[in-house]
């Protein structure tokens, strides 16, 4: 079982940043594909980045170059750093783990952007 806390979310104006944590539960964090997803009101949940153990992320093209995912190991914490939002961001911000089958969710952590 692994159990993740999101925080990092809140208000910010348009073209500003924010940065995400997610830490997490256990001792095998290393081997969990590890990744964001966001779910704004009346949409369906939708992938923002993902990075596998010390690999390459896949980011939705609609935010490469303004979203980065990255990961500390050694602090069991996954991070995404937003530049540049837009109120189209504006969205719950989940948390993701996935080890084989096995899938895990964070409570969410909402991002609201103003104009």
């Known amino acids: 079982q692994v159990q993740l806390r999101e925080s990092g979310g809140g208000l910010v104006q348009a073209g500003g940043s924010l940065r995400l944590s997610c830490a997490a539960s256990?001792?095998?964090?290393?081997?969990?594909?590890m990744g964001w997803y966001r779910q704004a009101p009346g949409k369906q949940r939708e992938l923002v980045a993902l990075?596998?153990?010390?690999?390459?992320?896949t980011d939705a093209d609609s935010k490469k170059g303004r979203f980065t995912i990255s990961r500390d190991n050694a602090k069991n914490t996954v991070y995404l750093q937003m530049n540049s939002l837009n109120p189209e961001d504006t969205a719950v911000y989940y948390c993701?783990?996935?080890?084989?089958?096995?899938?895990?969710w964070g409570q969410g952590t909402q991002v609201t952007v103003s104009s």
């Open positions: 990075i596998f153990n010390g690999g390459p992320t």
């Open positions: 256990g001792s095998i964090f290393s081997r969990y594909i």
């Open positions: 993701y783990a996935r080890l084989g089958s096995l899938e895990y």
